[in-house]
RNA sequence: GGGCGGGUAGCUCAGUUGGCUAGAGCAAUCGCCUUACACGCGAUGGGUCGUGGGUUCGAGUCCCUCUCCGCCCA
């Protein structure tokens, strides 16, 4: 074996191994017949979009800690890899390659696509060359990583297994009235020109202003004909401060705004009922200055008062409000509802591309309005030309002031696009929704929670979402989060839900299934009725039959939408010859990510599932494999991936639409920051790309020190260098997992050394009594370790594993263990049978952690033969001569010998005493010392005497008197001595060293005594710990007079 | 505005129901190329546990106040 472990000539060799043995491949057979217990994880796909990072590296580390765990402990386990489409993002990605390349990009195959050249095919195409890219570096990655899944039935979200499952699952939720169209406000992305949900839209701080715009009064005394509204009519109807102004000048009201560039599309006024001005308006009108329409003022409770009028001092909006709320529902959310409240007319005066326009819903010019000024402009020129056009004009002629009143500096949040990152335009369109807030969805994944984990005030303003928790229900309150925190962010999003808008305009995706007809006569719906084949009702519900929605216009037209359940299904061409077109839209991203349980097992058929490949054994993976066992995720798609999962796995498995959780548990994992907190990204630089720590450290390096940082909290932080040499940043944390296998690799190295000096031979199992002290201490502490790693994995505590692994193989193992067999190893069968199974128990406790290097390590080892120790045994496992598929140590209870470690913890103090004074005497780590023993104790050191020899490097123990020239030591109560130190020992160290340890003593007697004479403690606290405080004392006691003693002798 | 996490040695983190002198690794200092490992071995120094208060015989741990950092939601 080589001097250092060499993780680049390792990792490749062991890879190639355990593909060959196909360890990682899951048969589902297995445990339908009762052989194996399942245990499943399904890959949180990573998107195509870019090469995994340190986040995924940390994810995928701890499944396949999982994973490999479980099937070292007989489980039958599978971890279903695979990869997103990523929809926006990766469409947007493509664009800007597409660009910065000098190629065209997707504006100019979208202009093809107009002409009727192919141009969304065309982009498409383009789109799977880059994903196919993206789609093998992440494979490579996380093979590189040692990440056993099931590499033989990898998916992808769009191939032909997920759009199976994602056309069925659109099918049933239209058919029973879980999706539907609807045109409302949406999150407008203007630059990627698509809707984007609630939760793909980022809160941003901005700096802006809010603007005080004054519109005129007027009555309207009849459609287009109005007159102003002047000062004093105000007076007369009690508008306080009315009487300030010139009594025969028009009378205007402010608005305050943050988005003047909106006000073309006011179609109303809103004020407080409560406030005092109310009644003064009502029944008066404003006009929208330039464009001149006229718009009612209307009461509504929403709008906040201000603070004059009693609204709250100290309340920003409070003290920002006028009272008067411009209402334009076309652009607002909260405009939206006042005007579905009032009735109010949306005007969408805006472009996708958030420009203004009058060409979507403004009719300016049949309704003679102005402002096509503004027509054209971006939101932002927009704005300026407002508030430029109202500076330069007064409410009417001649009167004082501008219509632009102030202007007052404001900071507030605004809605970001998670991609494109432009300001979200609050958008009316037409839009496909999922009714998640239905009782089968939400109420649903409510009721999946565990009840431990659901909270009183959820339950009580929603009591049908308390698990039912039935005898043998294996569907409600089954899911369960580590850490148990999370369960609140998920309860909470279901709480406030809203409908899930599931359209997306984008090209890159699952096309929506739907055919649809707008604004159809009754005339138009019998010849469709003779078009369709004789005898063929549109409106009927059979199965096969397409899913037919109609909308009710205004106009009493109908609009009627149909969803085919299969592409392959005839009648689209029926339908399309009756003037039907499909829907230009895919689906968000998440709606097939949401089906990632189910689309990976093969479902809905699971006998027609095939894909490229040809692996055709769908059929028992559903029921063999879900729910699966654990979900490791990031927090941040709790709300996007997680309640959805549910949500889907529990209406589409369940006959009554309430199936099964989709996964037992669910791991949150913390977040890799910098240094300094940061997220790590690529605008700052300061991410670390697992590959490069790969060649730097080496994959299990980098395993282990991820698995040791990963700790309950919800940020860990990782300091990032850059390495000059390579240029490549990287930490310094890698280096503890590169030493730990460096050690592990020596050890190995020296512990098959002893072997071949003194092989095993196989035997009939050793009685653990008849093994020395440091042999049952040994095993005793594998099996304590193996206890507290079996903990660690069933909480999902990773620092604690690792922390196990770190302490068992360097501490007790390296440390102790080996130092003190050097001696004796060779002649001893027995311990050598010991160093051989304990070695091998090693390996496998971290196979887990660090694959490749314990399995190098296992096929050497695995040649020499093993002789078993009575009540230590291994899992059964289907061996197949590969570490990864051996079984996990288990050994008995009575393996735990708390007498061998308490005489082994005493030879330790004993021979930590003995160092110092080695290192304080500055004695050659060479030179055999003399130990001089006495008291009651002399009987058990010389029974230890061997080892106490060859880890102090003492060359005898003696009872004889020491001489002079030695220095001493108190253990126990006794007095010892160590001789030969030098050829002569420096009096006034020994001095130095003893009084300092004296005045320690001195110290803690005093608090001992200080405790013991508060009446408050001997009487309060516990017997056994006054007991223990008092012997403790005792015990200091007679060590300082030992120590005095020695120290007298000195003179 | 609501919720959550964190502040413990120079750095990264442990610290279970309150109970030995608050621990580990790295870094630092000193000594060692001791025949597995210098990616190592032995030893040493280093902390008012964010602030202020409370409960208790006893608080890093429980309660309250304030403060700083970070995240999520609105």
Redesign the pocket.
């Known amino acids: 074996m080589s ?3 060499d993780p680049a000539a390792t990792e490749p060799v062991m890879w190639s191994k355990w593909m060959d043995s196909g360890a990682f491949h899951a048969d589902p057979s297995r445990v339908l017949d009762g052989d194996a217990q399942p245990y499943t994880i399904l890959i949180p796909p990573p998107n195509v979009t870019a090469a995994l990072h340190l986040g995924h590296a940390l994810n995928n580390s701890i499944q396949d800690i999982l994973i490999r765990a479980h099937r070292m402990k007989g489980f039958e386990t599978l971890w279903m890899p695979g990869t997103d489409h990523a929809g926006i993002a990766t469409q947007t990605m493509v664009d800007k390659k597409l660009k910065e390349a000098g190629k065209p990009g997707i504006a100019d195959y979208k202009k093809r696509e107009l002409t009727g050249e192919p141009g969304r095919e065309e982009f498409l195409k383009l789109i799977h060359e880059f994903k196919d890219e993206y789609e093998e570096r992440i494979t490579q990655q996380l093979m590189a990583m040692g990440c056993s899944c099931d590499w033989e039935r990898q998916r992808f979200t769009m191939d032909d297994i997920c759009a199976r499952a994602v056309r069925e699952a659109f099918f049933q939720l239209f058919k029973d009235g879980l999706i539907y169209r609807g045109k409302r406000l949406v999150n407008w992305d203007p630059v990627t020109q698509t809707a984007l949900a ?2 793909e ?3 941003e701080e901005v700096a802006g202003h809010f603007y005080y715009l004054r519109y005129p009064l007027v009555h309207q005394t009849e459609p287009g004909n109005h007159d102003p509204v002047t000062w004093s009519e105000l007076v007369r109807r009690g508008y306080p401060d009315a009487e300030n102004h010139p009594e025969d000048e028009q009378a205007w009201i402010t608005v305050a705004t943050t988005r003047p560039e909106t006000y073309m599309g006011d179609t109303g006024v809103a004020v407080n009922p409560k406030d005092p001005r109310a009644k003064a308006v009502k029944g008066f009108f404003c006009e929208l200055p330039i464009v001149g329409r006229v718009i009612p003022i209307i009461e509504d409770d929403y709008v906040v008062l201000p603070v004059k009028y009693g609204g709250q001092e100290g309340d920003t909006k409070a003290e920002m409000s006028t009272g008067f709320l411009k209402v334009t529902p076309a652009h607002d959310p909260n405009d939206w509802m006042i005007g579905q409240r009032h009735n109010l007319e949306p005007i969408n005066i805006m472009a996708p591309d958030a420009s203004i326009s009058d060409q979507h819903g403004w009719d300016r010019e049949t309704n003679k309005e102005g402002g096509h000024i503004f027509v054209g402009k971006s939101r932002e020129d927009a704005r300026k030309l407002v508030i430029e056009e109202f500076k330069a004009r007064s409410v009417a002629e001649g009167s004082s002031g501008s219509l632009l009143e102030r202007m007052v500096p404001y900071s507030h ?1 605004v809605g970001h696009s998670y991609r494109s990152h432009a300001a979200i335009e609050p958008y009316l369109s037409d839009q496909w929704y999922c009714k998640v807030s239905d009782d089968k969805l939400r109420g649903n994944a409510q009721r999946a929670l565990k009840p431990e984990q659901r909270t009183e005030s959820s339950i009580k303003d929603w009591p049908e979402s308390r698990p039912k928790m039935v005898a043998d229900d294996t569907t409600d309150g089954t899911m369960n989060f580590f850490p148990a ?1 999370y369960a ?2 998920y309860e ?2 279901h709480d ?1 839900l809203r409908d899930w808008c599931i359209s997306r305009q984008l090209w890159w995706g699952h096309r929506i299934p739907v055919w649809s007809r707008e604004r159809m006569t009754s005339d138009d719906i019998e010849q469709l009725k003779l078009v369709l084949s004789v005898g063929y009702d549109p409106f009927s519900d059979e199965p096969d039959e397409p899913a037919i929605s109609r909308t009710e216009n205004e106009d009493g037209t109908v609009s009627m939408h149909v969803c085919f359940q299969n592409e392959n299904n005839t009648d689209i061409k029926l339908f399309e010859s009756a003037g039907f077109t499909r829907d230009p839209d895919v689906l968000d991203t998440w709606f097939s990510s949401a089906l990632w349980p189910l689309s990976t097992m093969g479902w809905p058929d699971a006998s027609a599932a095939k894909d490229s490949s040809g692996i055709n054994d769908f059929e028992s993976m559903l029921a063999a494999f879900n729910p699966s066992s654990v979900l490791t995720t990031a ?2 798609i709790i ?1 996007l991936w997680v309640s959805r999962m549910t949500m889907f796995n529990r209406y589409f498995l369940g006959d009554d639409k309430a199936g099964k959780a989709p996964f037992k548990d669910v791991f949150i994992h913390a977040m890799i ?1 910098d ?1 300094e ?3 790590m990204s690529k605008s700052l630089g300061n991410g670390v790309d697992p590959l490069d720590i790969i060649h730097s450290h080496g994959a299990d390096a980098m395993r282990f020190t991820l698995c040791q ?1 990963t ?9 990032v260098e850059m390495d000059e040499s390579t240029g490549k940043n990287t930490s ?2 890698f ?2 997992g ?2 730990l ?3 592990l690799w ?2 190995a ?2 512990a098959m ?1 002893m072997l071949e000096k003194n092989p095993v031979s196989a035997g009939m199992p050793i009685d653990p009594q008849e093994l020395s002290l440091v042999d049952r201490w040994m095993l005793s502490r594998v099996a304590h370790a193996t206890g507290a790693i079996n903990t660690a994995l069933r909480n999902y505590m990773f ?2 594993y690792a ?1 196990a692994i ?1 302490d068992l193989l ?2 007790d193992f ?2 102790w263990y ?2 003190s067999i ?1 001696p004796t190893v060779a002649d001893d069968a027995n311990q050598a049978a010991v160093l051989r199974l304990v070695l091998d128990s090693i390996l496998r406790l971290m196979h887990p952690v660090t694959p490749f290097i314990t399995e190098s390590i296992h096929e050497r080892l695995s040649t020499i033969p093993m002789r078993e120790v009575t009540g230590f045994s291994f899992d059964q496992t289907q061996s197949t001569g590969t570490l990864c598929q051996s079984g996990w140590p288990t050994p008995d209870q009575a393996l735990r010998d708390e007498v061998a470690e308490e005489a082994y913890d005493r030879i330790r103090s004993l021979i ?1 005493l003995i ?2 004074i ?3 005497n ?1 004695v ?3 030179r055999a010392i003399v130990l001089h023993v006495s008291g009651s104790l002399a009987e058990d050191i010389t029974r230890w005497s061997p080892l106490v020899e060859t880890l102090g490097n003492i060359k005898e123990v003696t009872s004889a008197e020491a001489p002079e020239a030695s220095a001493a030591f108190v253990f126990e109560g006794s007095e010892y001595r160590l001789s030969d130190l030098a050829d002569a020992v420096d009096a006034s160290v020994e001095k130095e060293r003893l009084t300092k340890e004296l005045a ?1 003593l001195e110290k ?1 007697i005093g ?2 005594k200080g ?1 013991l004479s ?1 009446p ?2 001997t ?4 017997e056994h ?1 006054v007991n223990q405080t008092r012997g ?1 004392l005792e015990q ?1 006691i007679q060590d300082r007079d030992s120590m005095k003693a020695s120290l007298d002798k000195l003179g």
């Not at 009487?1019 to 516990?1022: S, T, W, Y």
């Open positions: 001097k250092a472990y609630d939760d839209v980022e809160n949040s925190r609140k962010t909470n999003w406030n927090r941040e709300t920051q240094g907190g940061r997220k940082m700790t309950q909290t919800q940020d860990v932080r990782m300091p310094p944390k280096d503890i590169r030493n296998c460096n050690k020596n050890a190295k020296f050394m620092k604690d922390d770190y360097w501490r390296c440390d080996l130092e050097k930590t160092r110092e080695r290192a304080s500055k050659h780590a060479k320690d803690a608090g001992l405790r508060n408050g403690y009487d309060k606290a516990p710990l403790e200091k």
